[in-house]
Structures are given as C-alpha cells and as structure tokens.
C-alpha cells in the first residue's frame, strides 16, 4: 500500500519551491560582495521565470475557486485576478530583462511598473485568498493569507529573506494545494 500526497505536483506548491531555490542561489552568487551574470546568477533567475509563470497558473486557480455567486463578488474577483496577473506579467518582463541584457536595453519595464508591478501581484492575491479564506463558503483557513502576507513582508524587508518568505508561501499555498474546488 502507497500513501499519496495530495497537491504536492501543483503549481502552488511548485512556484514558491522555485522562488525558495531561486532565493538560495542568490544568496550563494552574493557570497563574494556581488549579485550578477555567473551560473548561480543565470539558473536563479531562470528559476526565478519558471516560478513566476507559475504563480500565473496560481492566480487562474485562485480565481477559479472564488464562489462569485453575486455581481460585486465576481467584480471583485475577476479585478483581483486581472490586478495579480498584471502584476506576474510586470515580474516576467523585469526577470526576462535580467537574463537577457539586449531585451532590457531594447524594452526596459518602465521605472513605475517596476514599483507597482510587485504591488500589483501582492494585491491581487492578498484579494482572492482572503476572498476565499473569509467569506463563505471558506475553502482557506484563516491562517493562509496571513502566512502569504508575512511571506510578501519579509520580501519587502530584505531580499536575503527570500527563501524564508518562500517557505512562509509555500505554508500559505498548501491548502490551495489540496483544495478540489470548482474549476
């Protein structure tokens, strides 16, 4: 007899274990003062990419599982997943441009997507899984935006943090994991 884990193949779990190796191969290319093209450098960030694609995926499947039974509910909703998928797309262009120096230089991220881009992804997803953890039917217990929250904060702080805050995302992202809502 095998025991199975449920969720452990879902992009919400996924994502943030790219944002946890991606965090941990910064910290070893800034071992020697700098943060820049080298291998830990180029297999980061194309961590980094894969994650972020994923998070994508993520905000889809948050969207997906909000019960918008009413019109200011599904208002709601679909804003949040337009906000955050507004806001993975700002983190693609600016992780693409850090890969490729020539797409950066051709099509930099304007300087106020670079600052409200990451606001944007925070918001959106803070939107839906409080949506989800709050408002009935609760499919998210109350700790799990609580825990992605802390995660976002402790990027914010430091971007040493990262693979901490990607732990404290992954623990918020698991019963989204494990969730067989709607589709």
Not at 22 to 27: A, F, Q, S, T
Not at 74 to 87: D, K, S, Y
Not at 159 to 167: E, K, M, Q, S, T
């Amino acid at each position: 007899m095998t025991s199975r884990l449920v969720g452990v193949k879902s992009p919400a779990l996924i994502a943030p274990l790219m944002l946890l190796l991606y965090g941990l191969l910064r910290l070893i290319d800034g071992l020697d003062g700098e943060h820049g093209p080298g291998l830990a450098w180029n297999l980061g960030h194309t961590l980094f990419l894969i994650g972020f694609a994923l998070f994508g995926a993520v905000t889809v499947r948050l969207r997906q599982l909000v019960p918008a039974t009413a019109v200011r509910r599904r208002f709601l909703a679909n804003m949040a997943a337009a906000v955050g998928l507004f806001g993975v797309a700002c983190f693609l262009w600016v992780i693409l441009g850090d890969l490729f120096a020539d797409l950066d230089a051709a099509a930099p991220l304007p300087e106020p997507l670079k600052m409200i881009g990451p606001l944007a992804f925070q918001l959106g997803w803070l939107t839906l899984l409080v949506m989800l953890a709050y408002t009935e039917p609760r499919l998210l217990p109350a700790w799990s935006p609580l825990l992605v929250l802390a995660g976002f904060l402790l990027f914010a702080a430091d971007l040493d943090l990262l693979p901490i805050g990607a732990l404290l995302l992954m623990a918020g992202l698991t019963p989204v994991a494990r969730t067989r809502g709607r589709s």
